[in-house]
């Protein structure tokens, strides 16, 4: 059922978007783009941080 939701064409993209305009408003949306960035970037630095801690602690393990 996922895959039937992106198998839109150009007018139904057009309408979403024209709907999506409607309801947050022209100011709203790039607040929106830019917060969903941030949660993106943040996302991404804390699983980069959790393979690092990984990787380090791998190393700090004594050898027999």
Do not use: C, H, Y
Not at 6 to 18: H, I, M, R, T
Not at 25 to 54: D, M, Y
């Amino acid at each position: 059922m996922p895959l039937a939701v992106l198998n839109l064409g150009a007018g139904e993209w057009v309408l979403v978007f024209v709907v999506i305009l409607v309801i947050f408003g022209s100011g709203k949306i790039p607040q929106i783009g830019s917060s969903l960035g941030k949660g993106i970037k943040n996302f991404r630095s804390a699983v980069k941080g959790e393979e690092e801690a990984e990787v380090k602690a791998e190393d700090k393990t004594p050898k027999a």
